[in-house]
């Protein structure tokens, strides 16, 4: 049975398209469960997959979308069954593998979780691993003491994905929540999410001025890393924890080790490519109880399969705000 995918190619001299295509079961990789795929969403390797690749696709051609949720058609694993919602981030898939970029996908069961009661594929995608990895955040800096009357928690980013789901479900933990943005057009969506203080991006994205500053916030969820990242370590509160998810502003981290030493910091680094299975189960479990599902709602861009190639585009430029939702079936 033939169904629509979005393809990418690399021609004779290097260059890379991409391309809604009809393609068939026999195309797919190997894997021991094919899905239905439903609904997928647009990251920053999404963009860099549909684009020039960025050194993360390794063979053409590739069907992109680390993240998808859709219905079990069948597998060869018992712990899944025909007619299973189930829900996939990272595993590299998309990047090394096919992706859920596809009307149908083969992977391999490890890489799957059932999707949580009362959480749709519409909404996981929603969440997607943006939110997934702001989960993942949330819960790290839980584990080292973080609380909501220790005080405000910063996010940068604010409006991007991992911020924008972050910050609702901060906000509905109870935390006061600061955003920093570039944009001062996103101000009335941050708040409508729980943000409490608007951070301008200049007033916190410059070098150190001084290895210790005032003490403001009492954690972080940083996914711009660079000069801001450095900058904020002297402004945590004694014993705050930065949870580091992106690195949207450098890899470089041009800080003093002061932040550490004198005011105990942390710096908790957050990985959702390879997380293990458990940590996969309470971390959707902690979204489908802790995030506000009228505020997941309000974040959703609608795109179909033809809209990819633009978004792809869109994101690597900084310019999507929330969460694009994708619906596969919608060529």
Request: glycine residues 12%.
């Amino acid at each position: 049975m033939a169904f629509k995918a979005l393809v990418v190619d690399k021609d004779d001299e290097g260059k890379t398209s991409a391309a809604i295509k009809t393609i068939s079961e026999a195309d797919l990789p190997e894997g021991n469960v094919t899905v239905a795929v439903e609904y997928s969403t647009v990251n920053y390797k999404d963009g860099l997959c549909i684009g020039p690749g960025g050194g993360l696709v390794r063979n053409y051609p590739h069907v992109p979308g680390i993240d998808l949720a859709g219905t079990v058609e069948s597998s060869d694993d018992d712990r899944y069954a025909p007619g299973d919602k189930v829900v996939l981030t990272g595993w590299r898939v998309g990047e090394a593998y096919w992706g859920g970029y596809s009307q149908k996908a083969r992977v391999n069961a490890d890489w799957l979780v059932h999707l949580p009661e009362g959480l749709t594929t519409k909404q996981a995608m929603a969440v997607g691993t943006a939110g997934f990895t702001s989960m993942l955040s949330v819960m790290a800096l839980e584990a080292h003491g973080l609380k909501p009357d220790n005080g405000p928690v910063l996010i940068t980013g604010a409006a991007g994905g991992v911020g924008s789901v972050a910050t609702a479900i901060l906000a509905n933990l109870g935390y006061e929540v600061a955003g920093v943005t570039g944009r001062p057009e996103t101000a009335d969506y941050l708040k409508s999410l729980g943000v409490t203080q608007i951070v301008p991006r200049d007033e916190i994205n410059e070098a150190i001025k001084k290895p210790l500053e005032k003490e403001m916030w009492a954690g972080c969820i940083d996914a711009v890393g660079g000069e801001m990242l450095a900058r904020l370590l002297g402004q945590m509160k004694y014993g705050g924890s930065v949870a580091s998810v992106g690195l949207a502003g450098g890899a470089a981290l041009p800080a003093t080790v002061i932040p550490f030493l004198l005011r105990g910091v942390n710096i908790l680094g957050i990985d959702s490519v390879m997380q293990p299975y458990e940590k996969r189960v309470e971390a959707w479990h902690r979204i489908a109880k802790d995030l506000p599902m009228e505020k997941l709602e309000d974040m959703i861009v609608p795109a179909g399969l033809s809209d990819l190639p633009q978004l792809g585009k869109d994101i690597l430029k900084g310019q999507i705000k929330g969460r694009v939702v994708v619906d596969i079936q919608q060529g």
